[in-house]
């Protein structure tokens, strides 16, 4: 079976992230105020398995091995079909 | 004695590494493209700077996950001499021959310039020819070069002595403001599990000859050179 599968990773909660303190700058420049900013980047993953537990196993191996780096990231995995 | 710079796509201080090598050091030095793999054995191995895979993704992160890298791991696991340096230290972080991760400097701009670090350790293969608290000029080249690693793992660096280099200002003083990066704890030289492995975001090779304005990195070459032809690192068999 095809799933489509998203996988967002961020950096972990209390990592410095300069690129969001940043972005979140030049939003107030713009007039818009924000309480907090963080970015993420989504992975847009189509793969063939037997079932949504599979696609899942494999997109946390995908994490696991190279898309995320544990010392600074955390990550959502959703499976859609 | 042999050295092998490996070159990856997007490496471009190879030749750079490679002419202070060969030229200034004297070594006899091969440059290794990395789909060729590790053919032969080397003394010691130098992953050089650049822009590996076009930094995509994380630097180094997937030249971390090349097949040669297992070569590396191999030649390191013997006992053998691995340097890592700029996109080179990005690669050994990402394929875990030192923990921690270099990532997005605080202000998040490439930062080209001269800055000054103090030598913190003295007794690895790398830094045996500089005095303790000895402090050096030489250049960094980077946009991902701040260090980053768990509380706990930076207190057992300091225990087990694992930093080489840490950002300091010219009198050898470590100060947020000649923290060029925002590394922890100004960071930006650690040594593997036995030594054998540094890895480095300053370029050496930018400093190992009075013409190019500091001479200052050489003295990582010579300590190397050094602890191999002393024996006290084990060196490449022969006829493998």
């Not at chain 1, 489509?4 to 990592?15: N, P, R, S, Y």
């Not at chain 2, 009075?210 to 602890?227: C, E």
């Amino acid at each position: 079976m095809k799933f489509d599968v998203a996988i967002t990773i961020g950096l972990k909660e209390g990592m410095l992230d300069p690129e969001a303190r940043a972005i979140r700058h030049a939003l107030s420049n713009l007039g818009f105020s924000t309480e907090s900013l963080a970015t993420a980047r989504v992975f847009q993953v189509s793969l063939e398995a037997q079932d949504r537990d599979e696609a899942y196993a494999r997109a946390e191996e995908m994490c696991a091995r190279l898309l995320a780096n544990p010392v600074i990231h955390r990550y959502r995995i959703e499976v859609s079909s | 004695m042999r050295f092998a710079v490996v070159q990856f796509g997007g490496s471009n201080c190879d030749r750079d590494v490679w002419h202070i090598l060969q030229d200034v050091c004297g070594v006899s030095t091969d440059l290794v493209w990395y789909k060729e793999r590790l053919r032969d054995q080397y003394d010691a191995i130098v992953i050089p700077g650049g822009f590996s895979y076009g930094d995509y993704l994380r630097a180094g992160a997937i030249a971390a996950r090349t097949p040669i890298m297992e070569d590396i791991r191999s030649h390191a696991d013997a006992g053998r001499l691995v340097l890592g340096i700029c996109n080179g230290a990005q690669i050994g972080a990402e394929s875990g021959l030192v923990p921690g991760i270099f990532t997005i400097n605080a202000y998040p701009k490439f930062v080209c310039d001269w800055v000054h670090l103090r030598v913190e350790n003295t007794t690895s293969p790398f830094t045996s020819q500089y005095r303790r608290g000895e402090v050096i000029r030489i250049p960094i080249a980077h946009k991902e070069g701040r260090y980053v690693a768990p509380p706990a793992v930076l207190e057992k660096l300091e225990r087990d002595n694992r930093i080489a280099f840490r950002f300091c200002d010219p009198y050898g003083v470590c100060t947020p403001e000649s923290n060029p990066n925002g590394s922890a704890r100004g960071i930006t030289g650690i040594l593997g599990t036995r030594d054998n492995i540094l890895v480095m975001m300053p370029h050496p090779e930018r400093a190992s000859e009075p013409v190019l304005g500091s001479d200052a990195g050489r003295k990582i070459f010579d300590s190397m050179i050094h602890a191999i032809a002393s024996g006290s690192v084990p060196c490449a068999e022969e006829g493998l």
